[in-house]
């Protein structure tokens, strides 16, 4: 039999246990949630290392950075109905075509295919020394991981170009100013179409283009499709 004393320290004890396993569910579950851009931190985090980066890949750097850039940002679900104007550099840049990207993939797939809900597989080859999407071609992870390959590539070739002046946060730059993140101007030769029309080209096992089709066509050998001038697929 137990005395009083013991009871009350069995009790004690086991609501302490009580209290840490709730903690630790709750901690797992945090870690366990469905994160945004998740899969792309971690990508950028090894390539940054494989490329020889004395740095750590700064999220906070990149994801909230000229007309384009703010990833970091719940709100910027649809990509494209955030970000306008010229990009202000090719970080920037990087950006709107990761934007469009991404739309493209939804385009195809539907729009809950986004990071939010799909987890991709990935690996850094070491024969071909860049990052591999591993899921299977033309499936809604393939072309959501093919779409961060192509934006961490973009980055990481431009990150010379980060200035603290384009930066949302270190700066007073603000991306809904006319003045800083104007419509872009297109030059129109005599023939040129009034209203450009584009469309998605690429996927399957690489990452979507967005083509203006009065410059470019896409063009398929297969299931897959790159982009070339009018006239020469």
Known sequence: MFSPL?????????????????????SRFQE????????????ANRLWIEKGETEKFDEAKFFTYGCHCFLDQNQFG????????????????ACKKFKYCQKCVQDKHGDQCTHDFYRYNWRWGRKSDQLEILSPSGSCEREIGECDKKFLSDIFAARDEFDNAFHNKLSFF???????????????GRFAPISEQFQCCGGYNGPYQWISTARQQCCNIGRVNYVAPVGEC
């Open 6 to 26: 013991k009871i009350s320290i069995l009790s004690l004890f086991g609501q302490s246990i009580a209290q840490d396993l709730i903690q630790l569910s709750g």
């Open 32 to 43: 366990d949630r469905p994160k945004r851009y998740r899969d792309l931190a971690e990508m």
């Open 78 to 93: 649809e990509p494209l109905k955030h970000g306008k104007g010229t990009p202000v550099d090719e970080i920037d840049r």
């Open 174 to 188: 603000d991306p809904n100013s006319k003045e800083n993140c104007s419509a872009e101007s297109r030059p129109r």
